[in-house]
């Protein structure tokens, strides 16, 4: 055992302790949701007398926050044992913001360029749904011996 298999294992070990743990905490995390928070007071206070914006800003920062929770407690399970129901949940999030975004964008735009932004949107919500909730990877065909090979 030399040198470089010590200092690659203690490595690897440090880094297993720091993402599985969670001990490692960054804070870039922390200093976007502290921006976003700001800049959503800001807006708010800027928009005032347009209700509908107030209620576009409110509703897209509350979504945001709990895509942000939703998406921490995802990464911290096993990839096996996460529920179908939070995979729909975070799916459910990010359309929702999707289509508050997409929606806001197209009535500043010519009714051409409105449709293609709302095909685009459609693509990303129905891809999405396909990927967290119907695709499951199969297994691995090729390196399984089946019964009949020696």
Known sequence: MGFEETFSTSTQEATRQN?????????????????????????????????WTVMFIVTAY???????YYMRNIEKMPEMKRPVRMKATVWTLASTLTVLFTYRVSIMLP???????????????????????????ESDLCNNKGPNTA
């Open 111 to 137: 009714l051409f360029l409105a449709i293609i932004v709302w095909l685009m949107a459609s693509v990303i919500v129905f891809g999405g749904f396909y990927a967290l909730l119907v695709h499951r990877e």
């Open 62 to 68: 509350a979504n945001v926050v709990l895509l942000v």
């Open 19 to 51: 993402v599985d743990g969670h001990k490692h905490q960054t804070w870039l995390p922390t200093i976007g949701m502290v921006f976003l928070t700001i800049n959503s007071i800001i807006a708010v206070y800027r928009s005032i007398n347009d209700p």
